[in-house]
């Protein structure tokens, strides 16, 4: 079965610091993975996805299978990345399975 | 964002009633879903649609139902058989051409 695990419900850094949200995946077969952002009073969006290798507003995510992680990476956080995301999976018929997600709090 | 619309924003039911949740999409494209988002417990799908006149059943169909005899429109109907239907319900498309899923601003559906 598939599953997307978020082990950080919260995550407060200070603005300037690193940050990495952890997500663990598991599939039996070739993965495809996403990181989507909800920020306050907007839409879930897409962040990035693990295909395309590309920075988005800072952010990069490595797919690691011998770790089965796709971990979401920044050198210097914003308070403008705050936010809760979502990792996820996509599966057969374009289903996406999501893990619970991370509130990422970046104080000034 | 227009190319999702969900209605209402805001949603008020007496225990008991059936309901119905609207999602319209001009986006062309062919998957619909629909998912719940509760806190802490990130979002579960509840229906997906991949074309018109067909849908199958998510991880948490029971006590909802769903139709799709547009490609736009894929209305959700939370009935009374969902024990805990007070939730965040977001409705979402999918550009199968590069597996991007794109949500709705989402209904808040309030049981009392």
């Known amino acids: ?108 | 964002d227009g190319g999702i619309t969900q209605s209402p924003k805001y949603l008020f039911r007496k225990e008991g009633q059936n309901v119905t949740l609207s999602c319209e999409q001009n986006l062309n494209h062919d998957a619909m879903y629909w998912y719940r988002q509760d806190p802490g417990q990130g979002l579960r799908l509840i229906y997906y649609s991949q074309i018109v006149n067909d849908f199958q059943k998510g991880d948490i169909a029971e006590g909802y139902s769903v139709s799709r005899e547009k490609k736009e429109s894929f209305p959700l109907t939370v009935t009374s058989a969902q024990k805990n239907p007070t939730a965040f319900y977001l409705c979402a498309t999918n550009s199968r051409r590069y597996n991007e899923q794109f949500f709705g601003p989402g209904t808040r559906l309030t049981v009392l």
């Open chain 1, 1 to 108: 079965a598939q599953r997307v695990t978020q082990p950080e419900k919260l995550l407060s850094v200070f603005k300037g610091a690193p940050v990495e949200l952890k997500c663990n995946y598991s599939y039996s077969g070739s993965p495809e993975l996403f990181w989507y952002v909800q920020y306050s009073r907007q839409r879930l969006q897409l962040l990035l996805r693990h295909i395309s290798r590309e920075s988005i507003k800072g952010f990069t995510a490595d797919l690691n299978k011998g770790e089965t992680s796709f971990h979401l990476k920044k050198p210097f956080a914003q308070e403008e990345d705050s936010a809760m995301y979502y990792c996820a999976l996509g599966g057969s018929n374009y289903k996406l399975t999501f893990g619970k997600g991370t509130l990422l709090t970046v104080n000034p």
